[in-house]
């Protein structure tokens, strides 16, 4: 039993406008759930996705105006990926990127692929990389006037986690979770341990974890920007239950069993401290909107209905549509 790669992941943002517009706008990603944080539903919580929500294309922020700066450190999942099909994509990218002023801080080549790296107005930590289709499958590119299809994102790429002890990460992901080692690769960093690359599901960008080493920083402060938590897909729903009781039976604490409605969860830490999170790919996001519809009112789950009116009080207007 092995996750299936990446399901989503979730980072915090202040400001939901802003938000919205660069990765809807700029990215050309579909806004295809708009929801509240389901532990503290007073605030939302958007869901940026392919064309149909697929699970492994899903970059979700909880919206929080009171976040502060983040100080960058250990015990973070420090920098998120995106899957592009080809090089002359990534070329497209660099120059849409610069034409909005958004800081595109290096294109180089990480685990013998080509990367741009660059960040949101909030400091989020992106890159977009160059996947050759022979790993877990795309995505379905969400159309945009500006954006030629070939050349949309198609899904998530490698999450990088920054730790001071990697060993203990990589046992976790591989003894616990099922990864593979596939490689390894120098650290950005002069003078640091080489990054591991550990795979799962059928492979490729979407299905990897790219563990950085630094023995020279602090742990992380999040704040704005900062990601919250990875997520990685159970395909069979018959296999939740059984993840949780290999977690409790390997000594982790967990979340217990957690629904969110459009799937279900399990949550628990890792011995450097980062969180994970454990998402089945049913049933999705359609669930209870259309796919033609997705996004464009705000969501929420059946146990959360019956609040709705006093929910919606609580909740500032979002001047955009889906």
Request: net charge negative; aromatic share 12%; glycine share 10%.
């Given at each position: 039993?092995?996750?299936?790669?990446?399901?989503?992941v979730?980072?915090?943002?202040?400001?939901?406008?802003?938000?919205?517009?660069?990765f809807t706008?700029?990215?050309?990603?579909?806004?295809?759930k708009k929801?509240?944080?389901?532990?503290?539903?007073?605030?939302?919580?958007?869901?940026y996705?392919?064309?149909?929500?697929?699970?492994?294309?899903?970059?979700?922020?909880?919206?929080?105006?009171?976040?502060?700066?983040?100080?960058?450190?250990?015990?973070?999942?420090?920098?998120?990926?995106?899957?592009v099909?080809?090089?002359?994509?990534l070329d497209?990218?660099?120059?849409?990127?610069?034409?909005?002023?958004?800081?595109?801080?290096?294109?180089?080549?990480?685990?013998?692929?080509?990367?741009?790296?660059f960040?949101?107005?909030?400091?989020?930590?992106?890159?977009?990389?160059?996947d050759?289709?022979?790993?877990i499958?795309?995505?379905?590119?969400?159309?945009?006037?500006d954006?030629?299809?070939?050349?949309a994102?198609?899904?998530l790429?490698?999450?990088?986690?920054?730790v001071?002890h990697?060993?203990?990460?990589?046992e976790?992901?591989?003894?616990?979770?099922?990864?593979?080692?596939?490689?390894?690769?120098?650290?950005?960093?002069?003078?640091?341990?080489?990054?591991?690359?550990v795979?799962?599901?059928?492979?490729?960008?979407?299905?990897?974890?790219?563990?950085?080493?630094?023995?020279?920083?602090?742990?992380?402060r999040?704040?704005?920007?900062?990601?919250?938590h990875?997520?990685?897909?159970i395909p069979?729903?018959?296999?939740?239950p059984?993840?949780?009781?290999?977690l409790t039976q390997?000594?982790?604490?967990?979340?217990?069993?957690?629904d969110?409605?459009?799937?279900k969860?399990?949550?628990?830490?890792?011995?450097?401290?980062?969180?994970?999170e454990?998402?089945?790919?049913?049933p999705?996001?359609?669930?209870?909107?259309?796919?033609?519809?997705?996004?464009q009112?705000?969501?929420?789950?059946?146990?959360?209905?019956?609040r709705?009116k006093e929910?919606?009080?609580?909740?500032?207007?979002?001047?955009?549509?889906?």
């Amino acid at each position: 039993m092995q996750v299936a790669g990446i399901h989503h992941v979730s980072a915090i943002t202040k400001d939901a406008v802003k938000n919205h517009y660069f990765f809807t706008h700029i990215l050309g990603m579909r806004l295809v759930k708009k929801s509240v944080n389901q532990d503290s539903p007073s605030s939302y919580h958007l869901f940026y996705a392919d064309a149909i929500g697929t699970p492994g294309t899903d970059m979700t922020y909880f919206d929080i105006p009171m976040a502060g700066k983040t100080y960058p450190g250990v015990s973070s999942i420090s920098n998120t990926g995106f899957r592009v099909k080809s090089l002359e994509a990534l070329d497209f990218w660099q120059q849409r990127l610069a034409s909005f002023e958004v800081p595109v801080l290096e294109r180089g080549v990480a685990f013998h692929r080509e990367v741009l790296y660059f960040e949101d107005f909030e400091g989020s930590r992106l890159h977009l990389v160059v996947d050759d289709g022979t790993g877990i499958p795309y995505g379905e590119a969400w159309e945009k006037d500006d954006i030629p299809l070939e050349f949309a994102i198609v899904g998530l790429g490698p999450s990088y986690i920054t730790v001071r002890h990697a060993a203990r990460t990589q046992e976790t992901l591989t003894t616990i979770l099922g990864f593979t080692e596939v490689g390894h690769y120098p650290s950005p960093v002069a003078g640091q341990p080489e990054t591991i690359v550990v795979s799962s599901g059928e492979g490729g960008p979407a299905g990897e974890v790219h563990i950085h080493t630094r023995t020279d920083l602090p742990v992380e402060r999040p704040g704005r920007g900062s990601v919250h938590h990875v997520a990685f897909r159970i395909p069979s729903m018959d296999d939740y239950p059984k993840w949780q009781e290999r977690l409790t039976q390997a000594g982790y604490q967990t979340s217990g069993l957690v629904d969110r409605y459009y799937f279900k969860s399990i949550y628990f830490r890792e011995p450097n401290g980062i969180l994970y999170e454990l998402a089945t790919d049913e049933p999705g996001f359609a669930s209870d909107e259309s796919i033609e519809t997705l996004g464009q009112n705000l969501a929420l789950p059946p146990f959360l209905e019956g609040r709705r009116k006093e929910i919606e009080s609580k909740l500032r207007p979002l001047p955009f549509e889906a």
